[in-house]
């Protein structure tokens, strides 16, 4: 019974260490994924499911599935399972390592987990470079001898060279007891490999010389020299390409420095420059000096702001406030108008070398406030006396400095221009250059010069010559007076003729001229013709002669609308039909539109100078409309010599009338104050008579004596005429 019974619990024992997960009973023996005594708990990373222990892969994320084969997980398309990490990592395509993320390397066009280097991993761990995978840095732990190779022995938990007994050695060797290393009877120093040398040493020629195969031969701060296979001293900042230096930094001329190849380099609030190659603020404006801005522009606070601080970085009639870095009109630079010439240039075209020479007028226009000094006109040729000067009666040739009065200042006609003439004369058949330098001390001009470049080409053809006279105008616009019609000049090109006696055509065309210049040469076809400048600013006309044998050539007339009236505003419209500019009287009330004595439209006394009375006694305050259209599509203006300063918060204001016109035009008005262009506008009027949107409020003018100011805020609008109905 007793036999029985013995025999019962050792069946028993037997059984129950035999499970179907584990067939070895030996703690250290189970199978993958058990643990315990017996080899039934679940190890790390598993859990249990039925009677059996599966990889955990539950709490990760992208996992699709349990991949029982080799106890692992798999991830969702897209993604890779690490076991190590325990994550699935997104699969990333590539073309080399530093496409990839820290710690993942380009692996058939896919970032996987893996290192190149010992850097790629953590601290306490190195890179096996058979599996590309980091691991734990300590690959010879050991706790007794048959732990290690052969040849090596286990000392202090690490397994060291050495040697216990001789038949660890090689057959040529002895076991040194003392020393634990295996050592040749004839020679200390005989070797077949290098772990028969000390650290520090290696095999070379069966001898142990000084020298290293890897890092690890070497000292702490030192690192091996493949090519030498010494041991040099280590710098950190060594590399061959981007990828051996730390995220920051690129590798440049065998160094590592601090830098960026794409934005990806850089915080995340930055962007990599690829011209410096350097991380910046992701910010446009953002500076660490001048020069990191456009022109214009300063850096202030680390960021670009307009500004100046020196005279050139402003306009060429501005200087640079040195106080507030802005800049300023130069209130005390005149400001020459240069006419006859096209970005700077004064071209001749083609002239037969057996005509005369040909001139072309060229008149300097003071436009500004400042009287204005010229020093020195002069001019150069590729070739002497191809181009020269030539002069009119009045203005003499400059030998000393001459003065061109401003507008203001001039006590005589034509006070405020000096003209004169390039004249080309070809001796070949070839292109000929020059120039003409005008030298004015106090102009707006850079280094205080203009320069106009001359071109000519001579040519053995027998052209016609086309001559324009005079070939500039400066006049006032759009002036409607039969006794003085000063805004109408006259275009003469009878002076043209062909050297071969044939007859000529004659053709007078508009080459440019302000927006909204309706105005055309009214005789086009005959030698001479008339012009109405109907708008401030530069008309260009061009008259083209025409010989029997269809050779033609050409010259140009410039025409300049220069207003002297402090005040000048201009209306013009695109539609024909009558539409009515008016001007009220600063300190009025609305009512007031259409009065007898404090609106100036057409229907009171203001078409002359001694209509209304708005200032001082006197004519120069008195506003004056110049020109009525009523048929075409303008212009209309109202000038005043010298507006009354305006008390404070007190303003003239314009309006513009849709009359009659039922086309829907579209009105432009454009001021000019003490001859520069300060405001334009343009506004649609549907409206006409007395609909609504037949009346346009557009913008009020304060004058002081520095000027004027446009204010359009709670002005500019459209709505029904606030005045009362007039009749034509």
């Known amino acids: 019974m007793k036999f029985f019974s013995f025999l019962l619990i050792f069946l028993s024992v037997f059984i129950l260490s035999c499970t179907d997960n584990n067939t070895d009973t030996t703690p250290d023996k189970c199978d993958e994924g058990y643990k315990g005594t017996d080899c039934t708990e679940c190890a790390d990373n598993y859990i249990k499911q039925s009677k059996y222990c599966i990889y955990d892969c539950t709490n990760i994320e992208n996992v699709d599935k349990v991949n029982d084969a080799n106890n692992s997980c798999i991830c969702k398309e897209g993604y890779s399972f690490d076991k190590a990490s325990r994550t699935c990592n997104k699969i990333e395509s590539c073309d080399k390592d530093r496409d990839c993320e820290l710690g993942f390397i380009c692996e058939l066009d896919v970032c996987i987990a893996g290192c190149r280097a010992d850097r790629d991993c953590e601290s306490n761990e190195v890179c096996n470079q058979t599996t590309s995978k980091c691991e734990e840095n300590n690959p010879n732990a050991c706790s007794e001898d048959r732990d290690c190779e052969l040849g090596f022995i286990c000392e202090s938990d690490a397994c060291i060279e050495g040697c216990r007994v001789d038949r660890d050695c090689s057959d040529n060797k002895t076991c040194n007891q003392t020393t634990n290393k295996c050592e040749n009877e004839n020679n200390p120093n005989a070797c077949s490999d290098d772990r028969d040398c000390d650290l520090g040493s290696i095999c070379e020629s069966d001898t142990c010389t ?69 991380c910046e603020a992701n910010n446009p404006d953002a500076c660490s000096e001048d020069r990191d801005c456009e022109i214009g522009f300063i850096c202030e606070l680390d960021v670009c702001i307009a500004g100046c601080r020196l005279d050139r970085d402003c306009e060429s009639n501005e200087v640079c406030n040195q106080t507030t870095n802005k800049c300023e009109e130069n209130n005390e630079a005149c400001q020459l108008y240069v006419t006859n010439i096209e970005n700077d240039v004064v071209d001749f075209g083609d002239i037969s070398i057996d005509d005369d020479s040909v001139t072309r007028d060229i008149a300097l226009i003071n436009i500004g406030n400042v009287d204005c000094t010229i020093n020195s006109i002069e001019v150069t040729s590729d070739i002497s006396d191809i181009f020269k000067l030539e002069y009119f009666a009045g203005y003499p040739e400059i030998t000393a400095p001459i003065i061109i009065q401003s507008r203001e ?80 000049i006259t275009l003469n090109g009878a002076q043209s003729y062909d050297p071969s006696g044939e007859h000529l055509t004659y053709r007078w065309e508009k080459v440019s001229g302000p927006v909204g210049s309706t105005a055309m040469p009214r005789t086009p076809t005959s030698a001479n013709s008339n012009y109405f400048i109907d708008l401030a600013g530069e008309h260009k006309i ?38 009515d500019l008016h001007l009220k009287k600063f300190g009025t009330p609305d009512s007031d539109w259409g009065s007898i004595l404090n609106d100036c439209y057409w229907n009171n006394l203001c078409k002359s100078d001694n209509g209304l009375e708005w200032g001082e006694s006197g004519t120069m305050n008195n506003p004056r409309l110049d020109r009525d259209d009523m048929q075409g599509r303008g212009p209309e203006n109202i000038n005043i010599d010298f507006p009354a300063i305006t008390p404070e918060d007190e303003y003239y204001l314009i309006g513009v009338r849709n009359f009659s016109n039922s086309a829907h035009p579209v009105a432009t008005i454009v001021v000019y104050c003490n001859g520069e262009k300060s405001f334009t506008e343009s506004m649609s009027l549907p409206g006409r008579g007395d609909e609504p949107d037949s009346f346009w409020w557009v913008a009020g003018i304060e004058w002081s004596n520095s000027g004027c100011n446009i204010k359009t805020d709670d002005i500019s609008k459209t709505g029904l005429y606030p005045g009362a109905q007039g009749t034509r």
């Open 210 to 278: 000084e020298g290293c195969r890897v890092d690890r031969d070497c000292s702490d701060n030192k690192i091996c020299n493949q090519t030498t296979n010494k041991c040099e001293t280590n710098n950190p900042d060594a590399c061959s390409e981007d990828r051996d230096c730390e995220i920051g930094f690129i590798c440049e001329l065998d160094v590592c420095i601090a830098g960026c190849r794409a934005d990806r380099d850089c915080e995340s609030n930055e962007v990599c420059n690829q011209t410096t190659n350097k």
């Open 409 to 488: 200042n001039t006590t005589v006609e034509n006070g405020n221009q000096y003209v004169f003439k390039a004249a080309f004369k070809p001796r070949a058949e070839r292109l000929y250059t020059g120039k003409i330098i005008i030298n004015s001390p106090n102009s707006s001009w850079i280094d205080n010069k203009k320069e106009i470049s001359l071109l000519g080409t001579g040519t053995n053809v027998n052209l016609p010559v086309a001559k324009c006279s005079p070939s500039y105008f400066a006049v006032e616009p759009a002036i409607d007076n039969p006794n003085n019609p000063v805004s109408i």
């Open 542 to 579: 061009k008259l083209t002669v025409t010989n029997e044998s269809g050779k033609s050539a050409s010259c140009e007339v410039t025409a300049v609308g220069i207003t002297s009236n402090a005040l000048h505003i201009e209306l013009f419209w695109d539609k024909d039909g009558d539409l």
